[in-house]
Every structure is written in structure tokens, then in C-alpha cells.
DNA sequence: AATGTATATGAACATATGCTCATATACATT
DNA sequence: AATGTATATGAGCATATGTTCATATACATT
């Protein structure tokens, strides 16, 4: 009550925008939703075309999931992913935008 | 040159966005450029508003000096810092204003 | 020159993160 | 029912990250 003078975020508002963040971080995370920002994928196309693993794969969407970034459809053993949230896709391709212009 | 038919980011693209993202993902660093863009700031004013040790606050903005997301001018023993980027200030001001019109 | 003040910096430490490896699950096919 | 296929998941491990503590630096003041 004395030494806030200037209008602040609210914590809760910080640890949203972290999350967000946080999630676009990691290069495989921008790969797989860049690729989801393009066309649906199932767990295998993803895999072979970052050339990774299945499990690191499987972990990373599982981590997307949680976070409601991505969403996924069944047919049969197959999964097909795609994406959950405009806004974070629009983030995301605004900051490539932005660094391919250079 | 075979498995690869989509348009796809170049791996320095994905490291420079990883870069970019990496730094707002953090709470504290949230803050500090939260208060950057609205004021110059001195680096004890910083330490006062949000409340942490100089120590932590000179480490984050040595790292944010290093992205040139931040820059300084000295008056005598104080150091004034601003921004550096536009274009990050605005990537973080249009996730906050997302995450607050919720 | 000596002391004070604002900030920077290195080392150490605890926690978080991203991967691998092994295995579980669920559906498909035979 | 048995085997195969696609994906998920838990444990473990190495590395990255953010803070603290102690101390260095550089300028100001007396």
C-alpha cells in the first residue's frame, strides 16, 4: 500500500505469460507447432520429420497437451494432432516473421 | 533432400525464436521488461518494486544486456536502464493484454 | 586518502528441463 | 487369442536455469 506506485501485473498474470513463453522456448516445441501451424500431423510425421525420437516426441506433445496449445483426433493406433490455440500460433509465427527479415 | 516436402524454419531461425522466447519465459524478466516499458528505470528502483535482491536483478539484467533486449546509461553511481527491442516489448505486451482480456 | 554507495560478477547450490530407455496401453490384423 | 503397430508414460540422467552469498568495481563524498 505505499511503494506501488505505478500500475503492475498481477502475479497471476506474470505466471500465465510465463507459461506461454515457456512453452515456446524450446526448439522442438517451435518445430512441432510450426508444423501444426501448416497441417494437421500424426505423432509419426512429426517424429520423422524433426528426425527425433517417438518418446521425446510423445513427452513434448504431452507437455503441448497440458498446456491446451494442441489438441488430437484418434483413427485407429493413429493420432493426428493439431493446434489449440490461435493466439500462441500468431504469436509464434509473428516472432519468425521477425527474425526472418533481418 | 527427400523427406522433407513442406517449407520448413532453418535451424538458426528456430535457435533465434528459441532465444527470444527463452528470455520472456522467465517471471522476474516478465516484470523487469514490463517496467521498462513503461519507465526508464535504475537498477535499485527495480530491486525495490519487485521486492528480490540486487544480486538476482543485476544477474537477469546482465542476461537481458546480452540478448540487447535492454540497454543502459550511467549517471554516477546509478545505471538507467530502458529497452532495447521494440519487437519483444510488443510480443510481451500483446500476451499480457491476451491473458487479461479472459 | 578513506569511506560510502550503486551495481556487477563469480561460485555454489537447488530445482527445472529435455532426452533416453524400458515398458505400458489400446487398437488392428491375422 | 496371438501378434503387430502407434502412441503414451514413468524412471533416470545430464544439462540448464535462477537464486543466494561473498566479493569486486567504479564512482562520489568527506
Partial sequence: ????????????????????????????????????????CSVSHITEVLNMTQSAVSHQLSLLRNLRLVKYRRDGNTFYYTYDDEHVITILNQVISHIECK
Same sequence: chains 1, 2.
Avoid at 505505478?6 to 516445441?29: C, G, Q, W, Y
Wanted: proline share 2%; net charge negative; aromatic share 8%.
Fill in 1 to 40: 500500500m505505499e511503494q506501488q506506485e505505478h500500475a503492475f501485473l498481477s502475479s497471476n498474470t506474470v505466471e500465465d505469460a510465463s507459461r506461454i513463453f515457456k512453452a515456446l522456448a524450446d526448439p522442438t516445441r517451435i518445430k512441432i507447432l510450426y508444423l501444426l501451424s501448416q497441417e494437421e
